[in-house]
Nanobody, 127 residues
Framework: QVQLVESGGGLVQAGGSLRLSCAASGGTFTIYTMGWFRQTPGKEREFVSALRWIGGYTAYADSVKGRFTISRDNAKNTVNLQMNSLKPEDTAVYYC????????????????????WGQGTQVTVSS
């Protein structure tokens, strides 16, 4: 059974940084696509970033490009999201997601493509 556990959320001032981690277990993650999504009350889950474990291809939402970096640690089976220059509008619950296989480029941002989800971690950016 695939399990994803996020950590690293918290409260930070605008302009600050946070690093989220997603610890994955129960699967052979070298053949998975991993994603980060975020959600605020009353809104749809929003794509943030994704990574194909094989090859390391990455993708980002326009709103976070240049500020966020997704990476993987093969030895620890973790996917990290380094978030710099945080803005109040980045405030949300951040979710780690996974799907078996290498998603095509145009499917990476679709939350419905991902079959496994973590419980979420709150990120709050104060102005």
């Amino acid at each position: 059974q695939v399990q994803l556990v996020e950590s690293g959320g918290g409260l930070v001032q605008a302009g600050g940084s946070l690093r989220l981690s997603c610890a994955a277990s129960g699967g052979t993650f070298t053949i998975y696509t991993m994603g980060w999504f975020r959600q605020t009350p009353g809104k749809e889950r929003e794509f943030v970033s994704a990574l194909r474990w094989i090859g390391g291809y990455t993708a980002y939402a326009d709103s976070v490009k240049g500020r966020f970096t997704i990476s993987r640690d093969n030895a620890k089976n973790t996917v990290n999201l380094q978030m710099n220059s945080l803005k109040p509008e980045d405030t949300a619950v951040y979710y780690c997601a996974a799907v078996r296989g290498a998603l095509g480029t145009y499917r990476l941002a679709n939350a419905h493509e991902y079959g496994y989800w973590g419980q979420g971690t709150q990120v709050t950016v104060s102005s």
